[in-house]
């Protein structure tokens, strides 16, 4: 490449976060080129030579090839500017050093030389070096500019944070542009729904996401396009007595979550995480103070599980099986736990394992990640008791199959046997099989089945005309 370069006349550079990935020891099979000159040339010349294919984006000034496994994007240097009412810029041809002074941030602003006399060599007008190495998140320009030119970028800052930060080397940002984030919060209105979402979906991917709901609250961002998740933070105290701080409670089960998934050797899901964000949302709508018995949040699954469409709306998340699973995990994430402090019965667990359906192992996980208290002697016994529950559901599942139940009656079928059109009749007998198998009333067959909703038909005057 760096011949190629030479042979165009160009100077070329890698730059942003494949540098950085390289003095942090990270992998990183997604490379940046930009390039004074037409980067769409170097592109397809270096193509050519190594024969790749070349895929261009005129528009944008782009190309983009793939070889042995690495993306290499190719654009030609140039500076921005924008208008107040929009993060979309006004670009024109640049050189190396205005094409750094756009970049989001020190860290991601530093480069290496693809040119022959000095190759190799980093590029860092603005210290990001010295930044990665004291953990800093800071922007080449005053955090104002560059967060009202792109207030994306305030998100970007967070998400880096908490994507960075390990134990043996936390990222923080900067007081100045923290502080720049809250004095500028509302300029978030001129964002996509969309492009929020792809920030907040890749902070919930993160290691620890907590650090970034916290940072996000912390700046007054949160309030601008989660208030429902904002609402939680706080405690409230009458005659003395309070109630669990929910935001904090919130985020710790959301890092539980992500532990239980590591330990368990599982893919991150990331509708599980949205999950263990919103199971408490309904929490601020439902409570309550009894007088002589505190703080209840009495029905907030329900309220929380009703929240959740409304939600994934405002915020243009998809409103298909994601949305529902979503939905469903925060309506019966009390329902493990009630079976814990009650008697673990048969009809108890298949009455949960039907609702979860094949979710039930995700369902399990978040309530154990529910279980959070200052006390670890009562953590200890509610998750020892959690065992006992999963493995009487164990038990249940093995025996019943009651995981993927399917109701042996269907409408056809009773519509065929009592010469019934369309109505609610037919609704009602298919409940009552339902119940009758899941309370272990009858055994889980066809014949039990029919036997029983015949039974209960002639209760309700019907005839079968089989």
Known sequence: MSDTAGELGVRAFV????????????????????????????????????????????NFGTAMLKYKGIEVEFVGARKESYNRDSRKPIVEDGT?????????????????????????????PFGGIRDLAAGIIRTPLEPEQTYSDDPLRMLRAIRFAARLSTEEHPFTIVPESLAAMKAMADRLQILSRERIVEELDKMLMTAHPAMAFELMEQTGLLQHFLPEL???????????????????????????????????????????????????????????????????????????????????????????????????????????????????????????LFDAGEDIDDLMLLCNADITSKNPAKVARLRRNFELVKAKMAEVEAKDEIRNWKNPITGDYIMKVFGLEPCNTIGQLKEMVKDAVLDGKIPYTFEAADAYMREKAAEMGLKAHD
């Open 15 to 58: 730059i942003g976060g494949y540098v950085r990935d390289c003095f942090l020891g990270k992998p990183n099979d997604d490379i940046d080129i930009v390039v004074e000159g037409s980067g769409i040339r170097l592109a397809e010349a270096v193509a050519k030579k190594c024969h790749a294919r070349v895929s261009v984006f005129r």
């Open 96 to 124: 190396l050093e205005e094409d750094q002074l756009r970049r989001d941030f020190t860290i991601n602003a530093m480069a290496f030389s693809l040119n022959p006399g000095d190759y190799g060599a980093l590029v860092d």
């Open 230 to 352: 904002s609402r939680l933070k706080g405690v409230e105290t009458v005659d003395g007595k309070g109630h669990k701080e929910n935001f904090t409670h919130t985020l710790q089960v959301l890092e539980n979550v992500i532990r239980f998934e590591k330990e368990e050797g599982r893919e991150p899901n990331l509708w599980l995480h949205w999950a263990a964000l919103l199971h408490d949302i309904g929490k601020p709508v439902s409570k309550r103070y009894a007088p002589g018995q505190g703080w209840t949040f009495h029905g907030h699954e329900v309220v929380g599980a009703r929240m959740v469409p409304e939600i994934f709306q405002k915020l243009k998340m998809p409103l298909n099986e994601k949305m529902k699973y979503v939905q469903k995990l925060v309506s019966l994430h009390l329902r493990p736990i009630a079976l814990v402090d009650d008697e673990v019965t048969d009809s108890a667990v298949r009455r949960l």
